[in-house]
């Protein structure tokens, strides 16, 4: 279980950073241009902005980089199921912010308002997204992917609810 726990997180940290550090930006140009779809709803909506995608993504392959750096040390005393490479960490964080803005354009489209929670869909989008393009290049554990599933919910609400009580967002 401690493998699999272990695992799962190493191979995700890039997403995880990748949707996180979008809030901390508190981005002003909206990605979709304040422009609405046919439905008369917005694309996205203003809580994806263009400083959020690049941010995101950059801080990304950032920690990714540090990830890759330090797997050599890490092999010593411990052997890592999944080893990052730039591409890994290049598909994880776009997975992430893409899946993310796919999510905020279904919740549009279900008339969701910019902030108005969607349950599952909220925490689930950009991990489904990271986890698909990255098993292009890569075959996942299955158990990697069940637990990420399960418990990524948890440490989305926990943080978003960090957040909130850190004034960084409005709402939970
Ligand atoms: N954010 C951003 N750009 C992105 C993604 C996120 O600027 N590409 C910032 C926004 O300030 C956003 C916050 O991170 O409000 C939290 O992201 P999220 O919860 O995904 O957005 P919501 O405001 O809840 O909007 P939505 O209903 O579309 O999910
Ligand atoms: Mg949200």
Redesign the pocket.
Known sequence: MLEIIINSFWLIIPAYCA?FF??????KHP?DFGKKFIDGFRL??????????F??IFFGIFIGLLLIYLQPFIQQFYTLQFQHNLLTVFLLTTGA?SG??I??FV??RFG???????PLL?QLD?LVFSLVLVSIVRNLNLYFVVFLVIITPIIHYSA?LC?FLLKL???I
Request: proline share 5%; hydrophobic share 30%.
């Open positions: 949707n979008p809030v901390l930006l508190k981005g990605i996205f909506g203003d809580g994806k902005t263009i400083e959020g995608f941010g995101g912010i993310d803005i999510g905020s919740k549009r969701i308002e910019r902030g108005e929670p969607a909220d950009f978003n957040a967002k409005d709402r």
